[in-house]
């Protein structure tokens, strides 16, 4: 089985959002950078099927040589070989069709990507490799498991799970639970030593047109100051829900 | 040229999303000087769109689609944008649709923005304002392909009267194949689901353990909530990972967020942020959340919430 885990660079959690250049671009001044969250549940369970199954697994991220420390950290966590497409992301279209190109020469049987990007949000990047390659997609997946030819997927939807069955090619959009926290791997010294030998191939991009053209950011109007209501009032709280927020 | 929306429907009703899409249609559509058509699949009884702006609506029975599929329904979706000649699709931003719209930008070979919280600035060129950053901030946007997809927020843009005249006209698909088959659903139909809910109860570590959840259950179960909880609650596995909200778990965009022994960490409030009115009821009056919040109560959660309990069964017996 060959699979491939889409990586995105995405700014750690924490991080103030800022913007320069007129609000046009994001500002990474001070940012801590790291794997996407959803990528690293789906990285982790890839590694999964490398141990049990023999599987291989390579990584890629679009990205300039900035997303390198990035892939070179899923190289310390286990993969085998990782691509950067030398191009800055500019939409989630463009994006899916530079990483269709790679899906495509690499032959991959399943291409485990997140159901979303912390930074972007579009959601949209998997469902359109899928697309473009004519693969199966499963989104929401929180639950991947793979019988010879035949694969398993716990999916999320409102209110519940669904299994379903399905076959490669197969792109996943993966969350937390396709693996817990808990299983998720902090690269050790001996996998950081070796993910500096392993292979870490540029690509050139491919002529793409984007679908989308970002302008210009905006920050959220400063908030209100909160108003209190003492724990011997509540009646005071149901009333400015009722009353003010109009709410209940 | 109409404006093509997709009008999701479960066992035969409009989700309330669909009502909120068709609305934001009608905005798109006047602002363009066109009409609105609804693609509405197995859902029989479309005149409650006319009350939206919808003036005709494309009906799709087939047993075939009784279930979702992402692939089916981007494909009937596609026809039906073809169909119409239609330049803008509208979808809404529900697990269904989110897993759906992906396919049919590329079918359609339209950009496509998601999470749109406005009608659009501009229709030339095409300017949408959506959130980014789990909601730290706005992404001016603007798609300049031919036919464009919009993704609308939950609980943004609003659900707006515009009683019209809707015609109904029935559309026979080809439905391709399906690619994934469901197996089995295990979904609780008694409960509010977070993406649903109007109000949302969300608990965190504060509560201290697990069988402290009943005050939660309860105060959701008054105000016909949804229940949620902050991610080292799920990840101890005292709550299902379903109910995890914040930047990694569930977005929530609910007109009221109460949160109740959660510190109000910024991975949690970017997830939550969205919702209209937020309330905190915390002991530490440090806890960043009170910065976030509405209305907030320095209280012990043990002792609040079943005051509020029963302050809120006497105001609904009022009612
Ligand atoms: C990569 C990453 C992603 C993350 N994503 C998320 C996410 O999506 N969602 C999320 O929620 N978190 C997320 N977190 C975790 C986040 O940083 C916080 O650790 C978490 O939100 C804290 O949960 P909590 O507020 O329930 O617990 P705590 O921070 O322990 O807060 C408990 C609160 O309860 C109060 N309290 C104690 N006793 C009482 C009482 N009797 N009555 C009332 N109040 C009481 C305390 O004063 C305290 O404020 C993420 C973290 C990382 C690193
Ligand atoms: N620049 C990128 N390089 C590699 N993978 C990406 C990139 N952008 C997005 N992805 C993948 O697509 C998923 C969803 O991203 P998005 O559509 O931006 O929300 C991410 O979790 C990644 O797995």
Redesign the pocket.
């Known amino acids: 089985m060959k699979i491939l885990v889409c990586i995105s660079h995405v700014p750690?959690?924490?991080s103030k959002i800022n913007f320069t250049e007129g609000d046009s671009k994001f500002d990474t001044n001070g940012v801590q950078f790291?794997i996407n969250?959803n990528d690293e549940f789906g990285l982790t369970r890839a590694m999964w099927f490398k141990e049990k199954q023999g599987a291989s697994v390579d990584v890629v991220s679009v990205g300039g040589a900035e997303t390198e420390p990035t892939l070179r950290k899923a190289l310390a966590i286990g993969a085998d070989a990782a691509i950067r497409v030398n191009t800055i992301p500019t939409d989630g279209f463009s994006t899916a069709k530079q990483l269709a190109k790679v899906v495509e020469n690499g032959s991959y049987d399943l291409v485990i990507a997140g159901r979303e990007s912390i930074d972007y949000n579009g959601g949209m990047v998997p469902g359109m490799v899928a697309a473009l390659t004519k693969a199966n997609f499963v989104n929401n997946c929180i639950g991947l498991d793979v019988e010879g030819t035949n694969v398993t997927v716990s999916r999320e939807i409102d209110g519940g799970k669904e299994i379903v069955s399905t076959s490669f090619p197969l792109i996943i959009g993966g969350q937390k639970g396709i693996v817990e926290e808990s299983d998720l791997r902090i690269p050790n010294m001996r996998g950081i030593m070796m993910a500096r030998k392993k292979p870490l191939t540029i690509v050139d991009p491919i002529d793409t047109s984007a679908g989308t053209v970002s302008i210009k950011f905006e920050k959220p109007e400063a908030k209100g100051a909160v108003t209190l209501v003492s724990p011997d009032n509540i009646d005071e709280l149901v009333s400015l829900l009722h009353n003010e927020a109009k709410v209940i | 040229m109409s404006v093509l929306v997709y009008t999701e429907s479960e066992q035969g009703k409009f989700k309330k999303v669909a009502l909120e899409v068709a609305s934001y249609a009608k905005a798109v559509a006047t602002q363009l000087g066109t009409t609105v058509t609804a693609i509405v699949i197995n859902a029989k009884d479309s005149s409650e769109l006319g009350n939206y702006g919808v003036d005709k609506v494309l009906q799709v029975s087939n047993p075939l689609l009784e279930n979702f599929n992402a692939n089916a329904y981007a494909s009937v979706i596609k026809q039906a944008a073809e169909k119409e000649n239609a330049k803008v699709v509208i979808v809404s931003s529900s697990i269904n649709s989110k897993y759906l719209a992906p396919l049919l930008a590329v079918g359609l070979n339209a950009g496509y923005t998601s999470n749109v919280v406005e009608a659009p600035t501009s229709t030339s060129p095409f300017t949408v304002k959506r959130t980014a950053f789990s909601s730290k901030a706005f992404e001016v946007s603007q798609l300049n392909t031919e036919i464009k997809l919009i993704g609308v927020s939950k609980n943004s843009f609003g659900v707006f009267e515009n009683s019209v005249d809707v015609s109904d006209e029935d559309f026979l698909p080809s439905v391709p194949d399906f690619g994934v088959t469901v197996k089995s659903v295990d979904k609780a139909t008694d409960k509010v689901t977070i993406a649903d809910a109007e109000i949302v109860v969300s608990?965190?570590?504060?509560?201290?353990s697990p069988e402290n959840w009943g005050i939660i259950e309860e105060l959701a179960e008054v105000l016909g909530a949804a229940t949620a909880?902050?991610?080292?609650?799920s990840d101890l596995g005292w709550r299902p990972h379903s109910e995890?909200?914040?930047?990694?778990?569930k977005p929530v965009a609910s007109n009221l967020y109460i949160?109740?022994?959660?510190?109000?960490?910024?991975?949690?409030l970017?997830?939550i942020n969205a919702s209209k009115v937020k309330v905190v009821?915390?002991?530490?009056p440090?806890?960043?959340?009170f910065k976030a919040a509405d209305y907030g109560v320095v209280?012990?959660?043990?002792?609040?919430v079943p005051k509020f309990i029963e302050k809120l069964k006497a105001f609904k017996a009022q009612q």
């Open positions: 750690d959690t924490t790291v969250p | 608990g965190g570590r504060g509560l201290k909880c902050s991610k080292p609650v995890h909200v914040g930047q990694t778990g949160a109740i022994g959660i510190s109000g960490a910024i991975q949690h970017a997830g009821i915390n002991t530490d440090e806890a960043p959340f209280g012990d959660a043990f002792e609040v």
